[in-house]
């Protein structure tokens, strides 16, 4: 198998570090493969690149070395602490790899500013010998983006850019540069990316395939299979309310009212739709620092049953952020890698089964998403464990 | 649309109260169709018996009157207190068509008892003019039955029966007269009843389908959605432990520890297939009077994820046993007459959806069963609440 | 035992219907004592006013009338739903002692509107002959007042009653009213009341007292116990999240920021007092209509012990608001009136253990408060159940 | 300071490596006091041992050095992973002065094994100069004894003693030997100790104080603030379900259900007491092996309110039992240390504010608990936290 470029925006954070780190001590055999959804059984015959054949680089606006980064996630529990010592040399490499990124711009971005990016991703591509390069934005989530016309028109970006007064977040920038490097673009957090129209029709045009957006790695996972079992079994939720308490990066991040609000606007988009009517109650993103990259949500959804009868579920979900995105990092990477190989252009909606807010797809419920994935890569195959058993 | 009779097994305790008081009160208008799965729009065109066309017998063993029975449940919110008042004379009136019933024989069953059975179902039919009877078991939950022979051999049950010496437990005696009567039979509580090889041959001969056992109803329902949430995202649950809080009359009975045994096994066998692999744990059921119809569950799941991040999800479930599984029993008798009326003969996988351990089937995942159930009697139809909009 | 007047501010709301209707109900013999502090052995001997004693009347801006206002609070199962009806007349003979109460003025109270206050609650006394009247607000949850002279200054205040420009709260302007008409006064909610100097001085100068205030009947109960356990075991809280979900009037109320920030303020103070030090993490309202009067509040307090270890316990309340606050409300009126007729004069800081944000004490531990109250009234007496059985 | 010695049966277990290395760590300055009850500002003044006072020693049955029982604590993250390495060799040195204990005898302990326990209390008393020592039993939990006329009666106890058949449990041995070295002794978990006639009439003979038993560390704790929070406001508890899952050493003892039986009797013990009124609801302790020494508590508490309306609180505690257990053990070894230097003989009731089974009290309630603890041995100290603020 060739080799394939993996870029990572945002290349220092909790995730990025885990995933890199992560991949690194799985394919010296120092860890298993819990938490990838690629290395299941029904991916076998997908002819997916290998973790071993994974080339790490990215962007970043600063942070410490890898090898540093890792050392507060050893600490909270969320990798093993003999890990960051046992790698760290494979992660200073990694490290060298990674090039200064750009800050948001509210006066605009220039041609010259996604140009450097487009240069450092064909410097690696070519450094690293990769076949194919898979961008992925880890970066800190943004407020909703301005309504700007060269999001909606690739011209007027064009023309945009050429004056120096592109009003486009810093991730489509990303989105931007990646595209013309050639390469695919996974968005995973909640930021605009490749969404926006222009930047949607420059992928169509230049025949790249991306996917996106915002990683569904907790609370939304767990309703994303109870909405489901209410819509079944033909039970009226009446109230549903969240309750998510973060520390760590993206907490702070989040505890900015605007990037607060495009999160939690991603969350709650799918929730109507997967119980097929709007339905009441708060959804809360919390920043409490003493968590550190511990998450900790809580739902309490009031339902209705025969007779109007009043019932409740709750849970409580206590997990850590990285450790639940870094897995699904590889499984995109690998995924989009080979969407590209296999020539899909535009949206992937088939991915739809690792995002809060699937790009190019309305479902939302988690076993719909599993087929439709499996279903596009996989041999045929029925639900997740049960299927070898069934005959 | 011709008449189908209900003969509902155990027909004055709460499930039964609250499916026939509940069948009343839709059929009047003064009632929602609320946690009836066979009224979601995917089932409009399969042609199902209509709620109005359900006419109520059934055998029980004592008992107070329906309209009596339901006071109880009116107080302690289960069923909205005007009800049982305002249908007090249609209660009267199915109540008038419950037979006594039979109590477990140690020493065994004799010809005339199943008969007798039997002729109260033929007789039943004749009156109400029914086009086909399904017969329902709601009684209370039996201990595990001894291994007899005359469950394995039809032709041995038949000797016994002949002998008076038949010790099958009451579950199966009711089944023998209903196949026997020509009626489909619903195995809605762990109990026995149709599965053992004796009565499903007998199924199999005379032409009759069946379903069982153990409706699904609270705990079970969500574990059947979280188990395959976390195979699916190849995360390694390593403990799954269960407390159930019950009242009410389903309570009392698992009281007895053997009893409890027969529940708890029913209720453990799906968890392991449902991941792939086995799983400690505990798994308990305790009866805690003052809850009265109320049944609390907590489950914790601890699991692990990417390079062995240990992480938890729990849960709580509040609910009122007869309001979940009430109208599962319209169900059943809708879809059961509606396999009987199609030709379906022995058991019927695709009910799999309602049960704690499908009859038939190895899949317990319940978006599978869904699948499996729609595709079986439904239009082409995607997940249960995104369908419609898809397009 | 003479008699005492119960004059409650929102007389139609949730809580005072509960309260009204509940002594109705338990001087009749037709409900238990649960959940009367007062009814507990320890204040046999304290000689307060029996419920039996009490005549209710109050003010109100409107609602419908009291037997009316039951009605939801029975079908959501607050109260039994025989109650409203056996006991509609003398709910009918309450509520003709309902007179209009005043909105708040932004532009200012004038002397004719709380004189007139005054004249409502001096007919009541008289025409019912009770021995002193004891005014407990119960109405909705105000902004927080502006600053102004005249909630300083007595002088002030009257100067600008005079000119018909006192910019006080409403429950202020009913507070002034009451202690003009020698009533002692309780201040249920978080709203100011008799809480200002000008207040506070007036109570002194008449030598009236007054207790408050905002009923301590949920979450913050849970928490005025469980904060002194972490700080009795050396434990170190590192932060408290609290969600409280709220349906019903006050919800309502507090869905307005103003009146929630109100609230929120209420609840913080003692957290950080009863721990020593402050702490991290949210405290969110939510008023969510689909709860009616129950209120869900789920806390996650993480924690830090021996060797920095990091623990967590979380608790969900689910309770009934009215059903909470309705019997504290009678236990104040009883013990309020204690204080005036033994003559206590100004705040009354052993009546803390009722409320969130006790005036004139900084205790907040529950059990503390218990100390001080029943050292006040009762015979010396140990903790709250194992009194007489440690001899 | 003169020194202490302090002597833990069960010395190689996790409860005991936790505490010995805890103590040199905090008197090293490489860990803080977290969880330190005697460390609290109220027993300043009550001229305790100082944690570098105490020297350890003490019995085990086999287990491995202390420095390798430290690890697996690390790994799971009960203590910080650097400090069984950098206190390696302390620990060696404690692990030297470890001895051989006791195992079971159901054919009855000798005068020799006694004799032999006691030699090995003498000479490390008089190795390490100290000027009195503490036994504290941390051994596992052991089957309740069987009724044996030896341990009623210090003359029959003396007499089997003699002639080999003192059919008493090995906590009791230990016991005996302890009074008979002059220890003051300390039964940390539920096993009879010195609890039994025989043993508690030697220590008064003795003149020596002793304390018990069954630490209350976890879900207890919670119970001993919630239940006299309900009945302080004359809430009625109704149920009471508790689920505890423990992994760890103490969880698999208890997997053996007569060792169960006597923790769950111990458990169970303090709730009647606290309500004033027996409460129905299961107690179950489920040993999980793969949560290490993590524990996880759920209780579910059903309670009625005004009017009779049913309210719940539930909550999860999750925290480690070594970390929870280990500073009370620091604690109660100088609490009882100086109960002996002062005089004191026989049960000290006062320190039941560790226990869950306080021996010579009947006070379950924490913060009475508390009162007594400090209007024992502290300055006149009102509440935990609010003591110094309220001047």
């Given at each position: ?141 943004e407020p909703p983006p301005a ?43 909640p930021?605009a ?65 605007a990037?607060?609000s495009n999160?939690?606007a ?126």
């Open positions: 198998m060739t080799r394939i470029g993996v870029w990572l925006v945002g290349a220092r954070g909790s995730v990025a570090t885990t995933a890199v780190l992560g991949a690194l001590a799985v394919r010296a055999g120092a860890a298993e493969r819990t938490g990838c959804v690629t290395e299941r059984p029904e991916f076998a015959a997908a002819d997916l690149p290998g973790l071993g054949d994974l080339a790490f680089g990215g962007h970043d606006v600063g942070g410490i070395r890898l090898a540093k980064s890792a050392e507060p996630l050893a600490r909270s529990g969320v990798i093993p602490p003999h890990l960051p010592v046992a790698f760290a040399e494979e992660l200073d490499a990694v490290d060298r790899r990674i090039r200064q990124g750009v800050r948001p711009r509210p006066e605009g971005f220039a041609r010259r500013h996604v140009d450097r990016l487009e240069r450092d991703l064909r410097e690696f591509a070519e450094r690293e010998a990769v076949e194919r390069v898979v961008v992925v934005d880890l970066s800190s989530t309504q700007a016309a060269e999001l909606a028109e690739p011209d007027l970006l064009e023309a945009a850019l050429d004056a120096g007064t592109a009003r486009v977040p810093a991730s489509s920038a990303y989105a931007y540069a990646a595209l013309r490097a050639g390469c695919s673009f996974v968005e995973f957090t930021n990316g490749p969404r926006p129209p222009a930047l949607a029709a420059l992928a169509e045009e230049l025949g790249l395939p991306w996917a996106g957006s915002d990683g569904k790695t907790g609370e939304t996972l767990v309703k994303s299979v109870l909405a489901p079992m209410f819509a079944a079994r033909a039970l009226r939720v009446r109230s549903w309310s969240s309750t998510n308490l973060l520390g760590g990066g993206d907490g702070a991040t989040l505890a900015d009212p990037s607060n999160k939690t991603s969350k709650a988009r799918g929730l109507e739709h997967l119980l097929g009517h709007p339905v009441d109650g708060p959804l809360h993103i919390d920043y409490v620092p003493d968590l550190g990259d511990a998450k900790t949500a809580w739902d309490h959804v009031s339902f209705e049953g025969f007779l109007g009868t009043r019932m409740s579920l709750q849970f409580t979900w206590s997990g850590y952020d990285s450790a639940l995105a870094a897995p699904l990092v590889l499984d995109l990477a690998r995924l989009t890698a080979h969407a590209h190989r296999t020539g899909r252009v535009g949206v992937v909606p088939e991915l739809g089964f690792f995002f809060k807010d699937p790009a190019g797809s309305e479902v939302h419920g988690l076993m719909e998403q599993w087929r439709a994935l499996t279903d596009w890569c996989c041999e045929p195959a029925p639900g997740p464990a049960e299927g070898g058993e069934r005959g």
